[in-house]
C-alpha cells in the first residue's frame, strides 16, 4: 500500500502538468480578452459618471452622451469580461475536476475569437445608436445569435469531460459550475427569443428584461463563482470545506429560489401584483444560499489565517464573499415592495447592487482564481508581489466606494423622485453630487486594473519568474528584491 502512494502522486501530478498543459492558451486567451474588455468598461463606467455632474462633457460628440457610454459599460463589463473570465474558470476547473485532458483547443480558441467579434460589433452598436436600450441586452438583436453558437462551441468540452469523468460523485464545485453552464443558456436563449423573434406587449417585455438580469447574476456568475470558491478555499488552505451538507443545501436552495427572482423591478406596473411581492420575496430569500457558502468557506479560510495574509489568491477570495454578503444583505432591503423598493428602483441604487455583485464578488473570486491558476498554466510564478498588492488595495478601495456612495445616493435620489411636491431636478442633482465620489472611485478600479492587464500580460509572454511556491509569496523581502529589480 505504502508503495502505491508515490507512484499515485506522480501519476497524479503528471496528468494536472498535462491538463494544465492542454489549457494555456485557452485559459490565457479568455483571461487576456477579458482584462482588456474590463478595461474599456472601466474607462466608460468613468466617461458615464462624469457626465452625470458634469453633462456638458464631452457633449458634442452624440457617440459618447451619456445612455450610449452607459449601455456600453455595463455590457462590456458582463460580456466582454464576466463571461470570457467565466469561460476560463469553467474550462480550467471542469478539466481539473474531471481527471481529463482537454482536446478541443483549436475550437475554443476559434469560438473565443468569434465571441469577442461579436462583442466589439455590439459595442459600436450601441456607441452608434443602434441599442436596443433594454438593459443587460443593449447590443443589437443581430448580436445574440452569434454569442450563442460561440458559447456552445467553448462549453461543450468541458460538458464531455464532465461525462467522462472517473466513476464516483461529482464535486460541489462540479455541481455549480455544470448548473451555470446549463442555466445560461436557457436564460439568455428564453429572453432572446421572448424579445426580439416573438415580441409581446411592452409591459411584460421589460418583466422579462428584469428577470433576465436577475437570471445573468444569480444563475450563471454567481454559481460559476461559487464553484471556482469551492475549489480555491480548500486547495490554498489545505483543508476540507466545513459542511458538505451546508454545501448541498446551499447550491439546493439556489436552484430553487433563484428563478423566480427580478420581477420585482417593475412593481407598480400593470401586470399581475403578486409578480413584483414573488420576485422581492425571492430575491430576499437568495441570503440563503449565498450566507451558506459564505459561511462555509469562510469558516475554512478564517482558520487558517496565515495562509490568508499570504496568498494574494486566498485574499481576493475572502474579499469576494465578504461582497457577496454584503450584496445580499443589500438585496433584501433594497427590495421591500412597499418601502426602500420604490426609492431603489429607478435610481443609483440599483446600479450599486449591479456593481457590487459584479466587481465586488463575481470579479475578486476571479482575480483570487486568476492568481492561483495562471501559475500552473504558464509554469511562472508572479513576476511582482508589489503590483499584487497595488491591484487588491486598489481595487477594495474603489469598489467600497462606488457601492457605498451609489447605494446611500441612490436611495436619497430615489426619496427626491417620490417626493411629489419637489422639482425633478432636485433628485438629478441629488444624484450628481454623489457622482463626483463615484468618479473618483472609478478612477482607483481603473488604475488596479491596468496593474493587473500588465502583470498578467507578463506572464503570459512567460517573463514571469520561477518559484517551487506558487501563489504563496512566502518570501517577502525575496519578493521585494524581486520587484525592485524589475522597476
Not at 509572454?461 to 529589480?485: E, F, K, Q, V
Amino acid at each position: 500500500m505504502s508503495s502505491d502512494t508515490p507512484i499515485s502522486t506522480a501519476q497524479d501530478a503528471l496528468t494536472r502538468s498535462g491538463i494544465d498543459r492542454s489549457l494555456r492558451h485557452p485559459v490565457m486567451f479568455f483571461l487576456m480578452s477579458g482584462s482588456a474588455w474590463l478595461a474599456i468598461s472601466m474607462l466608460l463606467g468613468l466617461i458615464s459618471s462624469v457626465k452625470i455632474h458634469n453633462p456638458d462633457f464631452m457633449s458634442d460628440c452624440a457617440t459618447m452622451s451619456l445612455g450610449r457610454v452607459y449601455a456600453a459599460h455595463v455590457n462590456t463589463l458582463v460580456y466582454g469580461w464576466g463571461m470570457q473570465a467565466a469561460f476560463a474558470m469553467i474550462l480550467w476547473l471542469m478539466a481539473r475536476l474531471s481527471g481529463k485532458e482537454c482536446s478541443m483547443i483549436g475550437s475554443i480558441l476559434t469560438a473565443g475569437h468569434l465571441w469577442n467579434i461579436g462583442i466589439a460589433i455590439g459595442v459600436v452598436g450601441i456607441l452608434a445608436g443602434f441599442g436596443t436600450g433594454m438593459p443587460w441586452m443593449e447590443f443589437p438583436p443581430f448580436a445574440w445569435p452569434v454569442l450563442l453558437v460561440a458559447y456552445a462551441v467553448i462549453v461543450i468540452g468541458s460538458f464531455i469531460q464532465f461525462r467522462v469523468r472517473p466513476e464516483g460523485g461529482a464535486m460541489i464545485s462540479q455541481w455549480y459550475l455544470l448548473a451555470a453552464m446549463i442555466w445560461f443558456p436557457w436564460v439568455y436563449l428564453t429572453a432572446n427569443i421572448l424579445l426580439h423573434c416573438i415580441p409581446g406587449h411592452p409591459v411584460m417585455a421589460a418583466g422579462i428584461n428584469a428577470w433576465f438580469k436577475s437570471g445573468m447574476v444569480f444563475l450563471f456568475f454567481t454559481p460559476v463563482a461559487l464553484g471556482t470558491v469551492y475549489y480555491i478555499t480548500p486547495k490554498v488552505t489545505g483543508l476540507p470545506i466545513f459542511s458538505n451538507q451546508l454545501a448541498k443545501i446551499g447550491f439546493w436552495s439556489l436552484a430553487i429560489i433563484a428563478p423566480w427572482a427580478g420581477m420585482q423591478k417593475l412593481a407598480g406596473a400593470p401586470i399581475p401584483i403578486f409578480l413584483p411581492y414573488v420576485g422581492g420575496a425571492a430575491t430576499a430569500l437568495i441570503f440563503i444560499p449565498a450566507c451558506a457558502a459564505a459561511v462555509n468557506n469562510l469558516r475554512s479560510i478564517l482558520a487558517n489565517r496565515e495562509t490568508l495574509a499570504l496568498s494574494p489568491a486566498l485574499r481576493f477570495t475572502f474579499a469576494g464573499l465578504i461582497s457577496l454578503v454584503i450584496l445580499v444583505i443589500c438585496g433584501v432591503f433594497l427590495n421591500l415592495p412597499n418601502s426602500t423598493l420604490k426609492a431603489s428602483q429607478f435610481s443609483m441604487a440599483g446600479y450599486s447592487a449591479e456593481i457590487l455583485a459584479m466587481y465586488g464578488f463575481f470579479s475578486f473570486v476571479i482575480f483570487g482564481a486568476a492568481y492561483f491558476i495562471v501559475p500552473r498554466v504558464t509554469r511562472r510564478e508572479w513576476l511582482s508581489r508589489r503590483l499584487i498588492r497595488w491591484h487588491f488595495l486598489f481595487s477594495v478601495y474603489g469598489i467600497i466606494t462606488v457601492a457605498a456612495v451609489a447605494l446611500i445616493g441612490g436611495y436619497l435620489q430615489g426619496t427626491d423622485q417620490e417626493n411629489w411636491e419637489l422639482p425633478w431636478m432636485t433628485a438629478a442633482q441629488t444624484g450628481a453630487a454623489y457622482a463626483v465620489a463615484i468618479t473618483f472611485a472609478w478612477c482607483m478600479i481603473l488604475l488596479s486594473n491596468f496593474f493587473f492587464f500588465i502583470h498578467l500580460t507578463l506572464m503570459w509572454l512567460r517573463l514571469g519568474r520561477r518559484g517551487p511556491n506558487p501563489t504563496l509569496l512566502t518570501n517577502p523581502h525575496a519578493a521585494d528584491a524581486l520587484d525592485s529589480a524589475a522597476h
